[in-house]
């Protein structure tokens, strides 16, 4: 089973700018459709991205789109996720999960088989 570590996680002022890491182990993570998922207190897990397993498609969600971006370097067997204008609702633990094999896209957390520890984003208004 592929492990999965989040880092980049932070204290930003609302407006700001962020990028979080993902570090896969494992042989096969370029196989897999990538993702981000969020948890704030009392919220339940919150679909963020996706990405197909070459990075040639991708998805949002509603409440982050036009402002984050979603990317893979799979020779580095890390994904990314790029979180500009950043709000104080985007405060959350963000994990990082891996989802169906090759390009299938999912939102849907059940689909997405392994997650790592999560990372926590805390933005200051």
């Known amino acids: 089973q592929v492990r999965l570590v989040e880092s980049g996680g932070t204290l930003v002022q609302a407006g700001g700018s962020l990028r979080l890491s993902c570090a896969a182990s494992g042989s096969t993570f370029s196989l897999y459709t990538m993702g981000w998922f969020r948890q704030a207190p009392l919220h339940e897990r919150e679909f963020v991205a996706a990405?197909?397993?070459?990075?040639?498609?991708?998805t949002y969600g509603d409440s982050v789109k036009g402002r984050f971006t979603i990317s893979r370097d799979n020779n580095k067997n890390r994904v990314y996720l790029q979180m500009n204008n950043l709000k104080a609702e985007d405060t959350a633990v963000y994990y990082c999960?891996?989802?169906?094999?090759?390009?299938?896209?999912?939102?849907?957390?059940?689909?997405?088989?392994?997650w790592g520890q999560g990372t926590q984003v805390t933005v200051s208004s």
């Open positions: 999960a891996q989802g169906p094999s090759l390009d299938t896209l999912s939102s849907d957390p059940g689909d997405f088989d392994s």
């Open positions: 990405i197909t397993w070459t990075g040639g498609t991708t």
